[in-house]
């Protein structure tokens, strides 16, 4: 899958934001206020950026890939929500700790999805110049 320089761009991006949350959620003094504000951009940045990002940017046969992960970040991110109101919610410390610990699973899986866009965005000219290098070494 080959995506435009914008689009890869947007990814990038959006991986960064979901680090920096990744981050935020895996403090031992959460501020669950802090969270739910910080998911809040990322939600926003993914719905604005990337969700209603000019469609043409995309070669027609390259769609299908790109559009299953964004499916599943879609759901991800709205499971993450749930999740983040789950934990700003819970009173008990047993429970918040569940929660939180839920919210960093899927905070890994929405990055790995990121992370699984990116490389073959690029993936194939990385390749291309290994089979050069490797040409031109048995050339000589």
């Known amino acids: 899958m080959i995506l435009s320089e ?10 960064q934001a979901l680090e920096q949350l990744q981050k935020t959620a895996a403090q031992d003094n959460l501020d ?19 969700m209603r990002a ?8 390259e769609t299908p890939p790109e559009q299953s992960y964004l499916t599943e970040i879609h759901k991800q991110l ?5 999740d983040v109101t789950f934990l700003q919610a819970s009173r008990q410390p ?3 700790t569940a929660r939180q610990t839920a919210a960093m699973a899927r905070l890994n899986t929405l990055i790995g999805y990121c992370g699984a866009l990116l490389p073959k965005n690029y993936g194939s000219s990385d390749t291309a110049q ?9 050339k000589n």
Do not use: M
């Open 6 to 15: 914008n689009r890869y761009q947007r990814y990038q991006e959006l991986q």
């Open 32 to 50: 669950r206020a802090a969270l739910a504000a910080e998911y809040k951009k990322v939600q926003q940045f993914f719905g604005n950026q990337i």
């Open 54 to 61: 000019d469609s043409g940017e995309l070669e027609p046969s």
């Open 78 to 82: 709205r499971l993450l929500g749930t």
């Open 94 to 96: 047993a429970t918040a």
């Open 130 to 138: 290994k089979a050069e290098l490797t040409t031109e070494l048995t």
